[in-house]
């Protein structure tokens, strides 16, 4: 009897554990292998064979299609550089140079990687378009309300995730430091 | 009382193959991965355009607004596949995906360093059956081996700013995938 309890025990226990370590696994996305600057993180062994079976499975539940290697490279930020979470009733502002890529996107989505409605539909900001001070460097700010210069509206959602592409970069392919740099700066200006 | 940590030892053993065996089972059982997501949009071996992804509906989640996007899902089974997409103004870039999304290959406009991309895709098989002349005389020709008999191209032009969006979905427009025909 205490057998048949044991066992019943043992496999419901691995069951639980084992399906919950998964699940959280893929919906953190959790993978090997990735690249921090500041507040960006990405995963440049997610675009080529050498994907990791963590990032192959968070993928294959999403849906998604990661950045090829050849391509570029993508880069996520859930917080801003000191730590904040991205609110979308606060303001932040990215503020740099342009990092070394022949192009580059940044794209506002909701942590699921959906657009976010606004009314001027405007989700992000391509390096040809981004107005620059004449030194070169560009300043977007991303937050509820109309700004002067480069807004990207957040729709006041709750929770919002910036991903900074880069094509054809050097970046992510060869470096396994941080120092290829720099990527722009993101800091929080207030909250309404 | 002395078996339980034995037990639960046990269980933490299993709960570790469990993890493992439904991390590394995932990609097959994933109904809504991007392949099964396109079926229903993409013929097989065709070029087709996809809808720019807006507010309210996406093919793909985390798809970059700025491109005009067309996919072109293959299927090895009946031959080789031949593919041409002519570059846009700004940036294009083709990425091949295995059935299971894994990025096997990528490429874009610069490397390809011509007009128009143009590739061969084969599976390792169809590449060893090639008759050797042929790969001489085409030694100019781009061969990518795909591990998996079917796939996706996706195809991607950049439009710098929205307004060249209808520019960046017109290149894509001429791009072109289909079998060739077996060798007499």
């Given at each position: 009897m205490r057998l048949f309890f044991g066992s019943c025990f043992t496999l419901l226990l691995a069951a639980v554990i084992g399906l919950g370590a998964t699940w959280l696994t893929l919906t953190r996305g959790v993978a090997f292998g990735s690249l921090t600057i500041s507040g960006w993180t990405a995963?440049?062994?997610?675009?080529?064979?050498?994907?990791?079976p963590y990032a192959r499975a968070t993928i294959a539940r999403t849906g998604e299609l990661p950045i090829g290697t050849g391509d570029g490279v993508a880069f996520y930020a859930h917080t801003d550089d000191a730590g904040n979470?991205?609110?979308?009733?606060c303001t932040f502002v990215i503020s740099g140079m342009s990092p070394a890529a022949r192009y580059w996107t940044v794209t506002l989505y909701d942590p699921e990687g959906r657009l976010v409605a606004n009314?001027?539909?405007?989700?992000g900001f391509t390096s040809a378009e981004v107005v620059r001070d004449a030194g070169g460097r560009f300043a977007i700010n991303v937050g509820p309300r109309a700004r002067p210069g480069n807004w990207l509206p957040s729709?006041?959602?709750?929770n919002f995730v910036l991903v900074w592409r880069l094509y054809d970069t050097p970046i992510g392919v060869a470096?396994?430091?941080?120092?290829e740099g720099p990527m722009p700066a993101v800091v929080r200006k207030g909250c309404a | 009382m002395i078996r339980v940590p034995l037990w639960i030892l046990g269980a933490l053993l299993l709960a570790g193959i469990v993890h493992l065996s439904t991390v590394l089972a995932m990609p097959q059982a994933a109904t809504q991965d991007a392949y099964s997501r396109l079926a229903p949009l993409a013929p097989v071996n065709t070029v087709v355009p996809l809808a720019p992804p807006t507010a309210q509906a996406?093919?793909?989640?985390?798809?970059?607004?700025a491109f005009a996007v067309a996919v072109c899902r293959y299927d090895l089974s009946s031959g080789a596949l031949k593919l041409n997409a002519p570059v846009s103004l700004a940036y294009t870039s083709v990425t091949f995906y295995t059935r299971?999304?894994?990025?096997?290959y990528a490429i874009n406009d610069r490397a390809a360093g011509r007009r128009a991309i143009e590739l061969d895709l084969m599976t390792a098989e169809q590449h060893a059956e090639m008759p050797e002349e042929e790969d001489v005389t085409a030694a100019d020709r781009l061969i990518i081996e795909s591990p998996t008999t079917t796939g996706l191209i996706v195809l991607r032009a950049l439009a710098?700013?929205?307004?060249l969006m209808a520019m960046a979905r017109r290149a894509l427009a001429g791009a072109q995938c289909r079998i060739e025909q077996a060798q007499q």
């Open positions: 995963w440049p062994k997610s675009g080529s064979v050498d994907i990791d979470s991205f609110d979308g009733r009314t001027i539909g405007r989700h729709g006041g959602i709750e470096s396994r430091t941080t120092k | 996406a093919t793909m989640p985390f798809m970059d607004p299971n999304s894994v990025a096997y710098p700013e929205p307004g």
